[in-house]
Nanobody, 121 residues
């Protein structure tokens, strides 16, 4: 069984910073990529940032230069440092881990429960 657990989030003023953390645990053979997605009310879930096992990163255009994703391959953790936050960053943020739970098994997507980020004065 695999668990993906997020922490962080909350309320911050525009221009402020927040840090989200996520840890994957349980039956894990290998992790291909970990990342963050977000979903605002009335909108579809969208990619925010992801990092592969090799360290390659990909960011949404809207967060490029403001958000930084980093990964600890030993601890199976990923963090998202969010700076210069804007009201339009308000959303529920979900951690995703694309991983193979056992040797020889295909990879699956596992999701955390989500954490609310609200940017408002």
């Amino acid at each position: 069984q695999v668990r993906v657990v997020e922490s962080g989030g909350g309320l911050v003023q525009p221009g402020g910073s927040l840090r989200l953390s996520c840890a994957a645990s349980g039956s894990i053979f290998s992790i291909n990529a970990m990342g963050w997605y977000r979903q605002a009310p009335g909108k579809e879930r969208e990619l925010v940032a992801l990092v592969t096992s090799g360290g390659s990163t990909n960011y949404a255009d809207s967060v490029q230069g403001r958000f930084t994703i980093s990964r600890d391959n030993v601890k199976n953790m990923v963090t998202l440092q969010m700076n210069s936050l804007k009201p339009e960053d308000t959303a529920v943020y979900y951690c995703n881990a694309n991983l193979a739970p056992r040797v020889g098994w295909p990879s699956y997507n596992y999701w955390g429960q989500g954490t609310q980020v609200t940017v408002s004065s």
